[in-house]
């Protein structure tokens, strides 16, 4: 029909009609262009419902972790393929409000019983499009294709970040801290569960309320729902937990990892710090008497230690802020790790926040290698020393030394990479920075790293070679000044 009034526009006679045709073209052409698309969103649709069809979970086991301020859930499934043709990947869903909190997603392949299980890795993507009410699907690829009526074990760890919610959201000193977790009874998937159940395990035994499906019971620190028997995809029953924690509800905004190598045998390391209280906020005025005197009940929610595990050998270990050094630290260490106990100049409660900086020094030979193509490489460990904190902007820099070329990272999950330059003594073109950032870091990701860069031996001689220079100058201009001081007396006497 378009072809057709293409051919029939040069033999209207009546500009009018000609500019009609043309409008009724356009709309045909936009009409067709939608119709296709259509056409292939449907398609997509139909194939991804047929592919959902052809699995089920024969049974579901779901352990909630709420006994800090990280979410930790570890999800067991046995899934089936009931379906015609082989499988080759299984998806997990989540609803919006969790994917904004998602930190941490990995899946592994379970394969044999009890004490002779191993553990097979599995690759975890984003996959579109959404479903419904905007869930969002993330792919496990599974090492071959499930056979038609073969069944597969998967076990998976997500984790939250700031996921608990304060309420109240103020509490006057003495008060301990409650929150709120919100999540759905019943396993958000694509598929047919078969069988489930849903354990949440709380820090305490003080739980103020939580919502009932039956079957619901608690015992003792946990809450069990279910079993829940065949529930059809997409199922979904929400529920509240009020529960007690008083866990350090420590976030770090903002960490910089100054790494500087220097090829004469020393990694000098720097880590500028904003630590926050993420917790419910406190009322009223703080009574530092109150709060030594009665430490087992007087701020309860707030925390004033914190450990940090820095690698084994440090050295030169110092930890200040904008005021000063900072002598309430301790260090122990011995020959598989180091830790440094540190306490801020007051005790954090919701809402406050200390800055402070940790510097040390390692041993090169530790850290820096060189690969059998003649690479060398730092391998160091990405994310935050400081133990059960969340990071929610971690940004690391490695300055490498100067003369070096070609640097790449290679870190174990995505990152934001970029370049950059900076100057220390003695440089004359300037080092080159490697920076790595990343946004919503938990200590899981608490994973080696590499920095691979080439490096020319001959730029090693640039430093000593300024200071020889710099020496014969400065020994050059006394011989000079001394022969002159030297004629000038001469010159008086005579």
Not at 198 to 213: A, D, G, H, L, Y
Request: with cysteine; aromatic share 10%.
């Amino acid at each position: 029909l378009s072809f057709v009034w293409l051919g029939l526009l040069p033999f209207l006679p009546i500009q009018g009609l000609r500019e009609s045709a043309m409008a009724t073209q356009s709309r045909l052409g936009n009409a067709i262009a939608f119709s296709l698309l259509v056409s292939l969103l449907i398609l997509a649709l139909s194939t991804f419902v047929a592919s959902n069809q052809d699995l089920q979970i024969a049974s579901a086991e779901r352990r909630i972790d709420l006994s800090s301020h990280i979410v930790k859930v570890f999800l067991t499934l046995k899934v089936e393929n009931t379906g015609t043709t082989p499988a080759s990947e299984v998806l997990l869903a989540f609803p919006p409000t969790q994917v904004d909190h998602l930190a941490l997603l990995k899946a592994a392949l379970v394969a044999g019983r009890k004490k002779k299980r191993t553990y097979t890795s599995l690759d975890v993507k984003s996959k579109l499009p959404d479903g419904p009410n905007g869930t969002k699907y993330f792919s496990i690829t599974l090492l071959h294709p499930l056979i038609v009526g073969e069944a597969v074990t998967l076990e998976v760890l997500y984790i939250l970040t700031h996921s608990l919610e304060p309420f109240p959201l103020e509490i006057s000193q003495s008060e301990s801290q409650l929150v709120y977790y919100r999540d759905t009874a019943i396993i958000l998937s694509p598929y047919h569960i078969k069988q489930q159940t849903t354990f949440i395990r709380t820090p305490t035994t003080k739980v103020e309320s939580f919502t009932n499906v039956e079957p619901t019971s608690r015992t003792g620190l946990e809450l069990k729902y279910g079993p829940y028997t065949d529930q059809p995809p997409h199922s979904f029953s929400p529920i509240i937990v009020h529960f007690e924690n008083n866990k350090p509800f420590a976030v770090v905004e903002e960490l910089v990892r100054e790494v500087e190598i220097s090829h004469w045998g020393s990694i000098q390391v720097r880590e500028h710090y904003k630590l926050a209280h993420a917790g419910a906020r406190l009322k009223g005025v703080f009574s530092r008497v109150d709060y030594q005197s009665r430490l087992s009940v007087s701020g309860a929610a707030s925390f004033k230690q914190l450990l940090a595990r820095l690698p084994p050998r440090v050295h030169s270990v110092y930890y200040r802020d904008e005021i000063g050094n900072i002598s309430s630290s301790h260090l122990r260490m011995d020959s598989r790790k180091s830790e440094l106990e540190i306490e801020p100049r007051y005790p954090l409660f919701g809402g406050w926040k200390a800055t402070f900086v940790i510097g040390y020094a390692l041993p090169l030979e530790d850290f820096l290698y060189e690969s059998s193509d003649g690479h060398r490489y730092l391998n160091f460990t990405f994310g935050c020393p400081i133990a059960d904190t969340v990071v929610d902007k971690l940004i690391i820099k490695v300055a490498l030394p100067e003369g070096s070329r070609n640097p790449t990272g290679v870190v174990p999950f995505p990152v934001e990479q970029h370049l950059e330059t900076t100057y220390s003594y003695l440089d004359v073109i300037g080092r080159t920075v490697m920076v790595l950032e990343k946004s919503n870091v938990v200590p899981e990701q608490n994973s080696p790293f590499q920095v691979y860069y080439d490096f020319n031996p001959a730029f090693m001689l640039v430093e000593p070679l300024i200071l020889v220079t710099v020496f014969f100058l400065f020994f050059l201009a006394c011989i000079t000044y001394l022969h002159a001081d030297l004629s000038i007396q001469k010159y008086k006497s005579s």
